[in-house]
């Protein structure tokens, strides 16, 4: 399994854009590149998955360079109800399961 | 949000004592997991599912059993409950498979469960 780095805490302010890059050095070929977003008290919820390249939803987007080694989870104009912990996970499905595996996350505090 | 059910929300159990946690899910999803939240500490993987009497290990499983007689249900037994098992403990549902050009393997997470061993 590609392990994953991250930084441990951000700060920002409201309004302003947050990135936030995970390095998997080791990701397989196979692999995807899933963004999870985790409130105080509640489970992880599903932000954002992509390939390669750039995604982008409602909610972020994702850029993946060519060499796939990082990605960048961009939040546009954070408020405060962005304050959270984000998760970068790497992985892939296998015909003998899919182990979702979590590293230790960066915890956004956005400030007024 | 996602059928999934985890029971009880709240436990509190003295050491030495088994203890079983339910996942419950509406979903049909392929695999379930289970994952124990420290102060400090992201989400660890206890064990997973990837069909009903199919489990496999994660990264902390010692100390603990699973299992999956049918695919709504996930259970995690703690055999013999110690201080150290004392968590927030998380169950999650997913789908994974191959359409078109992308992969879902989002993740569906159940409310968790405190446990407290005492």
């Known amino acids: 399994l590609a392990k994953t780095t991250q930084p441990i805490s951000m700060d920002s302010y409201e309004g302003q854009e947050v990135n936030i890059t995970c390095s998997h050095n080791?990701?397989?070929?196979?692999?995807?590149i899933t963004w999870y977003q985790q409130f105080p008290s509640q489970g992880p919820r599903f932000i954002i998955q992509?390939?390669?390249t750039k995604v982008t939803n409602e909610v972020a987007s994702l850029f993946i360079p060519a060499d796939r080694k990082s990605s960048t989870l961009s939040l546009p104009r954070v408020s405060l109800s962005d304050t959270a912990v984000y998760y970068c996970?790497?992985?892939?499905?296998?015909?003998?399961?899919?182990?979702?595996?979590f590293g230790g996350g960066t915890r956004v505090l956005v400030k007024p | 949000d996602a059928g999934i059910t985890q029971s009880p929300r709240h436990k509190v159990t003295e050491t030495g004592t088994p203890v079983t946690l339910r996942c419950h899910q509406t979903?049909?999803?392929?695999?379930m997991y289970w994952y124990r939240q420290d102060p400090g500490h992201g989400l660890r993987l206890i064990h997973y599912?990837?069909?009903?009497?199919?489990?496999d290990k994660g990264e902390v499983s010692d100390g603990y059993s699973v299992s999956r007689s049918k695919t709504e249900d996930f259970l995690l037994t703690l055999e013999s409950a110690t201080s150290s098992q004392t968590s927030v403990y998380f169950c999650?549902?997913?789908?994974?498979?191959?359409?078109?050009?992308?992969?879902?393997?989002?993740?569906?997470f159940g409310q968790g469960t405190r446990l407290t061993v005492v």
């Open positions: 999650a549902i997913s789908e994974s498979g191959v359409s078109g050009a992308s992969m879902n393997t989002e993740a569906f």
């Open positions: 080791n990701i397989a070929t196979n692999d995807y």
């Open positions: 992509g390939y390669k």
């Open positions: 996970l790497v992985g892939g499905f296998k015909a003998a399961g899919n182990k979702l595996t």
């Open positions: 979903e049909n999803h392929r695999y």
């Open positions: 599912s990837y069909g009903v009497k199919d489990t």
